[in-house]
Nanobody, 119 residues
Framework: QVQLVESGGGLMQAGGFLRISCAASGRTFTSYAMGWFRQAPGKEREFVSA????????YYADSVKGRFTISRDNAKNMVYLQMNSQKPEDTAVYYC????????????WGQGTQVTDSS
């Protein structure tokens, strides 16, 4: 298994930007594709973005496409989510997750980091 710890959440302003991070430890980081999910109050957890083990492929939910950028640094065992042009509806707890390259589901989750609209 891999252990995941998110950081960087906080208050955001509409139109502003924020970067959240996820530190991974344990198993070989490059054995995992990584994803970001979020859960807003009263809503189901939803997919935000994902990145392949090499970083060569990225995927985004339509709601964040063009505004958010996922990246990873395999030398540092880190994955990032750069959030630009933020909207009030981006308020949520953001979770980092890992999916083994040989698996079909995200089996490793962080504890989440809160991103809140300050308006």
């Amino acid at each position: 298994q891999v252990q995941l710890v998110e950081s960087g959440g906080g208050l955001m302003q509409a139109g502003g930007f924020l970067r959240i991070s996820c530190a991974a430890s344990g198993r070989t980081f490059t054995s995992y594709a990584m994803g970001w999910f979020r859960q807003a109050p009263g809503k189901e957890r939803e997919f935000v973005s994902a990145i392949s083990w090499s970083g060569g492929s990225t995927y985004y939910a339509d709601s964040v496409k063009g505004r958010f950028t996922i990246s990873r640094d395999n030398a540092k065992n880190m994955v990032y989510l750069q959030m630009n042009s933020q909207k009030p509806e981006d308020t949520a707890v953001y979770y980092c997750a890992a999916r083994a390259t040989t698996g079909s589901s995200y089996d490793n989750w962080g504890q989440g980091t809160q991103v809140t609209d300050s308006s």
